[in-house]
């Protein structure tokens, strides 16, 4: 069985701030497995953008991703 996104949760759709908020609290939970099938079952399940992804990332990091992009604080504190 297939299951997609329903319109006001894609791109667009008025409920789309609401999966970007959940997502940020799916990236912090440490009870969905590493990073790399976090990133994947946002981005080709969910259907997030890689931009998208990357804002969640950094909201759940509290500003560490760009920060660190920018070299202002080493990637290695950002845990």
Request: with cysteine; net charge neutral; aromatic share 6%.
């Amino acid at each position: 069985m297939t299951s997609s996104v329903k319109p006001e949760f894609q791109k667009g759709g008025s409920r789309r701030q609401h999966v970007l908020d959940k997502a940020v609290e799916y990236i912090l939970s440490p009870k969905f497995g590493t990073q790399n099938a976090k990133h994947a079952f946002l981005v080709e399940q969910v259907g997030l953008s890689e931009t998208e992804y990357l804002e969640c990332l950094n909201r759940a990091t509290n500003g560490g991703v760009v920060k660190a992009a920018i070299g202002d604080i080493p990637i290695h504190e950002l845990n």
